[in-house]
C-alpha cells in the first residue's frame, strides 16, 4: 500500500477547548489508506488508562478516575477509580452496552483476563485478586486473592508494576520489579528474575515473546528487547536508527516537562520523546504491512510512533517507519494516547485519555516549569472524558467477534495458526488454563508436522510455523512438553520453534540430561543467530559441554554483536555486584543492609536518571559521584530527597526539576543516601532519625528546592551548625 502522510500546517500555540469525540477524531492524521473510527467515549468512559478484551471479545477498561482532576493531584489516591466493562451487542465496532464492573478502586493498573475471571491490580497494592461475574448483569462479585504481598509500595504511581503481560512462554510479566508470574492451579506464583524487568508504564510482546519496555522518566521509548529479561539486562548501541528518538508532532507542545530545551522553537514541537507509555507490538490481520511493528504513544507529543523492528544478524534494531512524521498525530491538543492493543478483530485500539495535565503531580509542583504553563493556559480544566478508538486500513473487513470462552479445549486449538496473534495468544492461555490432557497428544502432531492434508486445504490462512510454535509452549504450559517432542522441535525448519525448544529444555540442560546436551550441542552449527543466542543464554550452566558450547561459537561468530556480547558473558561471568556490595561492607553491620537495600532502590528507581553508576545522564540528571551535596551535609541531601529540586546544579541545567521521593519512608530514604554515600562517594552512613526530623521540620512545604535557596538555609530551622 502506498503510504501517504498529508502533514498539515502546526499550529504552535493552540487553542485548549474541548472538542467532541467525533470532531477530535477528524483532527487524528494517519497515512492515506488507514481508517480511523471511534469505538467509545465519554460518558460511556473516563480517563481510560489501559484496556482488555477477554475470551468472548468483551472490553475492560481501566479509568484512573481520580488523576490529575486538578493541578495539585487533590484526592488523587481516594478510592474513586473503575474498571468498566463494554460490549458491542449489534456488531457494528462500537460499543453500545456498559457497566461498572469493579468500583471503589485507587488507580487501577493492571488488567488481564483470564477466561471468565480477570485479574485487577491497584496503584500502591501489590496484592493481586481475580474478579468475576457469576450472574451476568456485568458486574463483578466474586473477588479471590490470588497473590498475597501486604507490603504497601510507596513508589510514586509512574514507576510501580503495571501492564500484566500473560507472554507466550506461559509467565506473565509486569513493567518493572524483578518478578515474574504464573497461574497455577488457582493460585499466582512468584519467581524472582536477577535483575528488576526495566519498564514504567507499557509493556508488549512480539510473535515469539520477546518483550519490548519503555521508561518515559528517562525518555527512552524502547528498550529490554535485545533478549529476554529472564536472563538479564543487555542494552546495545546502535539500537535505534540516527534520527529514531526524535518525533514528529503536528501541534505545538508547551506543555513539555523539559521547558523550552525540549521543543523546536520555530514551532513549539516537541524534539524528544519523553511521555512514552502502552506501547504494543502489532500481532493482528488489519494492517498487513504493519504486522510486528512496534506502536509508541507519545501523549505530550499528541502522536504514536511506528516504528520497524529490523532483526540485524541477531540484533533488533528500531527505525521509524516515515521521514520526519509519525503513523498517527492529532492537531487536538487534548489528545493523549496512553496505550494502544491488537484487537479480537484485527485493528490496532488506542486509548485517549483526552486531558490537559498529562504529568503525575511530582513534576507539576509549585515553582516548577510545567506548573507555570499549566497555571497560565489552563490546562487543569479538562478532565473526566476519554475515548478509545481503532485503526485498520481501510480495504479490510473487520474480523468476527470471538466466542472463545465458549469454545471447548479441542476447538480451542484450531487458533493456535490464527493470522491475529490476539486469538492465538487467547486461544493458547486458555488451553493452558483448562489444562486438558486429552489435547496434548493433538497438540504433539501440530508440533511434529503431523498435519492433516484436508486441514491444510480449509485452513490456508493457518501459519503453520506460529501454530507449532503456540503448540509447543501450549505443552510447556501444561506440563507436557516431554524430552521426545522437544528433541524433535530442535530440528523444526522454522527458526523460532528452535528458539522455543532450547528455552522449554532448560530443566533437562541444568540435570545434564545426555540426549538434551547431545541435541543442544548439534545446534551450535545452526546458521540462524537468534538460534545461537537463545543456545548460549540457556548455556548458562558450568559443565564441559555447554561452555564448548559457548567457546565454538565465540570462536567462530566474533564479527557478530550479539554473540560476542553474550558469549563474553558466560566465558567470562561478571561477579555479582550484589554480593560484591554485601562483602565490601560486611564490617559496616547495620550500615552495610542500608547500602545493600540503598542499592537495590537506587537501581529500581534513581538509575533510570543517575544511570545505574550514578554519574549522571546528560540532560537528565547530575553526577552523584564527587557531588558536593552527596559528600557534604545530610540535611541538605535529605531535603532534596524529600522535595525535589528544580533550576541550574552546578551551572548546568536539566531536563526539568528532580522528583522528591518522599513516598518512599524514613528507613528507605536514608537506605538510598547511605548508599550514595558510602558506596559511591566513600562517605559515611545515614540514620534515618536524620529524614524524619527533616521530614517534620518540613511538612508543610509544597515547593521543590533551588542549589541556591539549600545554600542560603543550610540544616535545619534554627539550626546554628550543620549535621553530618
Known amino acids: ?69 486538578d ?88 514507576h510501580q508494576d503495571a501492564n500484566l503481560l500473560w507472554s507466550i512462554d506461559n509467565w506473565m510479566y509486569v513493567s518493572n520489579k524483578p518478578f515474574r508470574y504464573k497461574f497455577e492451579g488457582d493460585k499466582i506464583i512468584r519467581d524472582t528474575l536477577s535483575s528488576p524487568l526495566p519498564g514504567q508504564y507499557g509493556l508488549t510482546q512480539d510473535e515469539v515473546g520477546r518483550l519490548f519496555f519503555s521508561r518515559a522518566g528517562a525518555e527512552v521509548p524502547a528498550l529490554g528487547f535485545q533478549q529476554h529479561p529472564k536472563y538479564g539486562p543487555m542494552e546495545l548501541k546502535g539500537k535505534y536508527e540516527e534520527s529514531f528518538m526524535e518525533p514528529w508532532p503536528i501541534v505545538g507542545n508547551p506543555d513539555a516537562q523539559g521547558g523550552s530545551k525540549r521543543m523546536r522553537p520555530e514551532d513549539n514541537t516537541l524534539n524528544r520523546f519523553t511521555g512514552v507509555s502502552g506501547q504494543e507490538v502489532y500481532l493482528g490481520d488489519k494492517m498487513p504491512g504493519a504486522y510486528g511493528d512496534l506502536f509508541i504513544p ?30 498517527l498525530a492529532s492537531t487536538d491538543p487534548l489528545f493523549r494516547p496512553v496505550f494502544t492493543a491488537t484487537g479480537p478483530d484485527g485493528s490496532l485500539y488506542i486509548a485517549d485519555m483526552y486531558r490537559g495535565i498529562i504529568q503525575e503531580g511530582t513534576w507539576v509542583g509549585k515553582g516548577s516549569y510545567l506548573r507555570g504553563i499549566v497555571d497560565e493556559r489552563g490546562y487543569d480544566k479538562f478532565y473526566q472524558r476519554g475515548r478509545i478508538y481503532r485503526v485498520y486500513q481501510e480495504e479490510m473487513s473487520l474480523g468476527e467477534k470471538p466466542r472463545l470462552l465458549e469454545k471447548s479445549s479441542k476447538e480451542l486449538i484450531n487458533y493456535l495458526g490464527h493470522p491475529n496473534g490476539w486469538w492465538r495468544m487467547n486461544a493458547q492461555k486458555l488451553l493452558v488454563i483448562k489444562n486438558d490432557q486429552y489435547v496434548v497428544q493433538t497438540l504433539k502432531d501440530i508440533v511434529l508436522g503431523n498435519e492433516n492434508f484436508l486441514r491444510k486445504l480449509f ?32 530440528k523444526d525448519e522454522d527458526y523460532r520453534v528452535r528458539v522455543a525448544a532450547i ?33 548460549v543464554l540457556s548455556a548458562r550452566q558450568d559443565n564441559d559441554v555447554t561452555q564448548e558450547m559457548v567457546r565454538y561459537i565465540s570462536d567462530n561468530h566474533a564479527e557478530n554483536e550479539v554473540l560476542r556480547l553474550t558469549t563474553a558473558e558466560n566465558l567470562n561471568p561478571s561477579f555479582d555486584e550484589l554480593e560484591a556490595l554485601k562483602e565490601k561492607h560486611k564490617l559496616k553491620g547495620e550500615g552495610a543492609i542500608q547500602i545493600t537495600n540503598g542499592y537495590k532502590i537506587f537501581q529500581d528507581f534513581c538509575s533510570a536518571c543517575h544511570g545505574a553508576d550514578g554519574k549522571g545522564k546528560d540532560q537528565l540528571a547530575p553526577s552523584l559521584v564527587g557531588s558536593p551535596r552527596v ?58 532519625g536524620v529524614v524524619g526530623n527533616v521530614r ?29
Open 696 to 724: 517534620e521540620a518540613y511538612k508543610d512545604r509544597s515547593e521543590y528546592w533551588t542549589i541556591k535557596e539549600l545554600e542560603e538555609n543550610p540544616g535545619l530551622p534554627g539550626d546554628t551548625k550543620k549535621s553530618s
Open 1 to 69: 500500500m502506498d503510504e501517504i502522510y498529508e502533514k498539515p500546517e502546526i499550529d504552535a500555540n493552540p487553542e485548549l477547548k474541548v472538542l467532541s469525540p467525533e470532531d477530535s477524531r477528524d483532527r487524528i492524521h494517519v497515512p492515506k489508506g488507514y481508517k480511523v473510527e471511534l469505538v467509545a467515549s465519554e460518558p460511556m468512559i473516563a480517563e481510560p488508562i489501559a484496556f482488555a478484551w477477554d475470551g468472548n471479545g468483551r472490553m475492560y477498561v481501566a479509568q484512573m478516575n481520580t488523576y490529575m482532576q
Open 298 to 327: 507519545e501523549p505530550v507529543g499528541r502522536l504514536i510512533r511506528r516504528a520497524k523492528v529490523n532483526h540485524v544478524d541477531g540484533k533488533i534494531v528500531l527505525e521509524n517507519k516515515y521521514e520526519q512524521t509519525e503513523f
Open 503 to 535: 528455552r522449554i529444555s532448560e530443566p533437562y540442560l541444568e540435570s545434564g540430561d545426555p540426549d538434551i546436551l547431545k541435541a543442544l550441542d548439534e545446534l551450535k552449527t545452526d546458521e540462524h543467530p537468534e538460534v545461537l543466542q537463545q543456545l
Open 631 to 688: 559528600q557534604g551535609d545530610v540535611i541538605t541531601t535529605t531535603k532534596i530527597l524529600l522535595h525535589g529540586l528544580t533550576g541550574p546544579v552546578d551551572g548546568k541545567t536539566y531536563n526539568g526539576p528532580m522528583a522528591p521521593v518522599a513516598q518512599y519512608n524514613n528507613e528507605e530514604i536514608s537506605d538510598i543516601l547511605s548508599y550514595i554515600r558510602a558506596e559511591l562517594n566513600s562517605s559515611g552512613t545515614v540514620w534515618r
Open 71 to 158: 493541578a495539585d493531584a487533590t484526592d488523587e489516591n481516594e478510592p474513586w477509580s473503575k474498571v468498566m466493562l463494554l460490549d458491542d451487542t449489534d456488531g457494528d465496532g462500537v460499543m453500545d452496552k456498559s457497566s461498572v464492573f469493579l468500583d471503589s478502586l485507587v488507580l487501577p493498573r493492571i488488567i488481564l483476563p483470564l477466561d471468565d475471571r480477570v485479574i485487577i491490580g491497584e496503584t500502591y497494592n501489590r496484592n493481586l485478586y481475580s474478579y468475576r461475574d457469576t450472574n451476568g448483569d456485568g458486574v463483578a462479585d466474586e473477588k479471590i486473592l490470588l497473590l498475597e504481598d501486604t507490603v504497601r509500595d510507596n513508589r510514586n504511581l509512574e
Open 459 to 490: 485452513n490456508p490462512k493457518l501459519n503453520y510455523g506460529i501454530e507449532r510454535l503456540h503448540a509447543l509452549w501450549t505443552l510447556d504450559g501444561m506440563h507436557a512438553a516431554d524430552k521426545e517432542i522437544l528433541l524433535e522441535a530442535m
